[in-house]
């Protein structure tokens, strides 16, 4: 017996009349809605599934899915993110064929259930774009984070099983971030720095991060932000710290129908020096370059094919442009991939830095995301965060100056 309000259909789900994975789905829900308290399930207007890469699943994950996928169909737009490997260019990106042959299992999976396979975190600049106010269920952090602060929808940051789970059945356990009285700014960030590139954003992330340790930020004095810098944000804030949900007054919705938390904090220019000296390590010849974390939208594309003009990737260096593969399949259209391919750069579609199985692959990284950073370090690289201008400098030369 559960303490949770089911309809009468949920009840048939959770008693295995509609299948296996239907029940098994039901049964995640319903755990999940018991330990937060929730009243209900309430339905999803889309799903995001994280948890995609063979290399975080392993072969238990990849079984899991598998008994999933007999009888399971999603039943709201369901998109995924990055898995270990491009599914198409994975040689060229030095993959194995044995952890191919296992990630394209998990895809398989994914696809039996009606998932479509687009493995981006970046699902807003696909096609999966929330209304503001709509409940959904997405589990990457940064695209969670865009989600409730950018657009004004409404989600918690999902595991990958409970995500799957919610696409299984079109609901969530309604609580957390669903509700409105858990929406609400608890500490005030005044940033009193003038932020120019991606990589600034990213610092004023780490630096939010820390200060408003698992709480709201309600966030004043930034004049302006493209959807560019609001996603490398979104990345780093959440990653070193804060919940999923932010305010920027008079940039994101309903930021001026907020009070302002009593609570208060400044970032100051030496904040910002110390985000960047806890960032960076002692980096002079670059391995791998990498630009897309969150994946690239096509206007960073643009911009990074501008810079590699008549210029080319140094041979002790690789560079990686991490996106989506309809934002690549774009950049094909306008011929930004025949510049950015001759100069030697390399995309990575489907995949990203923090999710393909490069531990031991490569010494140092340079890139212009404070995310991409921190699992760069977990995956034992020295990093080094700089502009996109001072990363594509590194790709050319090979060394950071
Ligand atoms: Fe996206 Fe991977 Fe970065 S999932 S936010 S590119 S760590």
Same mark, same amino acid.
């Given at each position: 017996?559960?303490?949770?309000?089911?309809t009468?259909?949920?009840?048939?789900?959770?008693?295995?009349?509609?299948?296996?994975?239907?029940?098994?789905?039901?049964?995640?829900?319903?755990?999940?809605?018991?330990?937060?308290?929730?009243?209900?399930?309430?339905?999803?207007?889309?799903?995001?599934?994280?948890?995609?890469?063979?290399?975080?699943?392993?072969?238990?994950?990849?079984?899991?899915?598998?008994?999933?996928?007999?009888?399971?169909?999603?039943?709201?737009?369901?998109?995924?993110?990055?898995?270990?490997?491009?599914?198409?260019?994975?040689?060229?990106l030095?993959?194995?064929?044995?952890?191919?042959?296992?990630?394209?299992?998990?895809?398989?999976?994914?696809?039996?259930?009606?998932?479509?396979?687009?493995?981006?975190?970046?699902?807003?600049?696909?096609?999966?774009l929330?209304?503001?106010?709509?409940?959904?269920?997405?589990?990457?952090?940064?695209?969670?984070?865009?989600?409730?602060?950018?657009?004004?929808?409404?989600?918690?940051?999902?595991?990958?099983?409970?995500?799957?789970?919610?696409?299984?059945?079109?609901?969530?356990?309604?609580?957390?971030?669903?509700?409105?009285?858990?929406?609400?700014?608890?500490?005030?960030?005044?940033?009193?720095?003038?932020?120019?590139?991606?990589?600034?954003?990213?610092?004023?992330?780490?630096?939010?991060?820390?200060?408003a340790?698992?709480?709201?930020?309600?966030?004043?004095g930034?004049?302006?932000?493209?959807?560019?810098? %609001? +996603?490398?944000?979104?990345? #780093? $804030?959440? @990653?070193?710290? &804060? *919940?999923?949900?932010?305010?920027?007054k008079?940039?994101?919705?309903?930021?001026?129908?907020?009070?302002?938390?009593?609570?208060?904090?400044?970032?100051?220019?030496?904040?910002?020096?110390?985000?960047?000296?806890?960032?960076?390590?002692?980096?002079?010849?670059?391995?791998?370059?990498?630009?897309?974390?969150?994946?690239?939208?096509?206007?960073?594309?643009?911009?990074?094919?501008?810079?590699?003009?008549?210029?080319?990737?140094?041979?002790?260096?690789?560079?990686?442009?991490a996106?989506?593969?309809?934002?690549?399949?774009?950049?094909?259209?306008?011929?930004?991939?025949?510049?950015?391919?001759?100069?030697?750069?390399?995309?990575?579609?489907?995949t990203?830095?923090?999710?393909?199985? %490069? +531990?031991?692959?490569?010494? #140092? $990284?340079? @890139?212009?995301? &404070? *995310?991409?950073?921190?699992?760069?370090?977990?995956?034992?690289?020295?990093?080094?965060?700089?502009?996109?201008?001072?990363?594509?400098?590194a790709?050319?030369?090979?060394?950071?100056?």
């Amino acid at each position: 017996m559960t303490r949770m309000r089911l309809t009468k259909e949920e009840e048939k789900m959770l008693c295995g009349e509609e299948g296996y994975a239907a029940k098994k789905s039901m049964e995640i829900l319903v755990a999940l809605g018991e330990i937060y308290n929730a009243e209900a399930l309430v339905n999803v207007g889309s799903v995001q599934v994280a948890g995609v890469s063979y290399h975080n699943l392993g072969e238990a994950g990849l079984e899991f899915l598998k008994e999933l996928a007999r009888d399971g169909r999603v039943k709201v737009l369901t998109t995924l993110n990055p898995a270990g490997m491009d599914l198409k260019n994975w040689r060229a990106l030095g993959i194995t064929p044995e952890f191919a042959e296992k990630q394209n299992r998990v895809i398989d999976a994914f696809r039996r259930m009606g998932v479509i396979i687009s493995c981006t975190c970046t699902p807003y600049l696909i096609g999966s774009l929330p209304r503001y106010g709509e409940h959904i269920a997405w589990s990457e952090s940064s695209a969670v984070t865009f989600a409730n602060s950018v657009i004004g929808a409404k989600t918690n940051r999902e595991g990958g099983p409970s995500a799957l789970a919610a696409a299984l059945v079109g609901k969530t356990p309604c609580y957390g971030l669903h509700l409105e009285e858990n929406r609400a700014p608890d500490v005030h960030v005044d940033v009193k720095v003038y932020l120019k590139t991606l990589s600034d954003w990213g610092a004023l992330g780490w630096c939010i991060g820390r200060k408003a340790e698992n709480k709201i930020p309600y966030i004043t004095g930034v004049g302006k932000a493209s959807l560019d810098d %609001l +996603k490398s944000f979104c990345a #780093s $804030v959440v @990653t070193y710290g &804060a *919940k999923p949900l932010f305010f920027i007054k008079g940039i994101t919705p309903d930021s001026d129908r907020q009070q302002i938390p009593k609570e208060k904090v400044t970032i100051e220019d030496q904040h910002m020096k110390e985000a960047f000296d806890s960032i960076n390590d002692e980096v002079e010849t670059v391995d791998l370059v990498c630009i897309g974390c969150p994946h690239c939208s096509i206007r960073e594309v643009a911009r990074i094919a501008g810079l590699l003009h008549s210029r080319k990737v140094s041979s002790n260096t690789e560079l990686w442009i991490a996106t989506s593969r309809l934002v690549k399949q774009l950049a094909d259209e306008i011929g930004y991939t025949r510049t950015i391919e001759s100069a030697g750069g390399r995309f990575a579609c489907d995949t990203c830095m923090a999710v393909a199985p %490069l +531990k031991g692959r490569f010494k #140092s $990284v340079a @890139t212009n995301s &404070a *995310k991409g950073c921190y699992y760069s370090r977990h995956n034992g690289m020295a990093t080094r965060l700089g502009s996109l201008e001072d990363c594509i400098n590194a790709a050319v030369t090979g060394k950071w100056s």
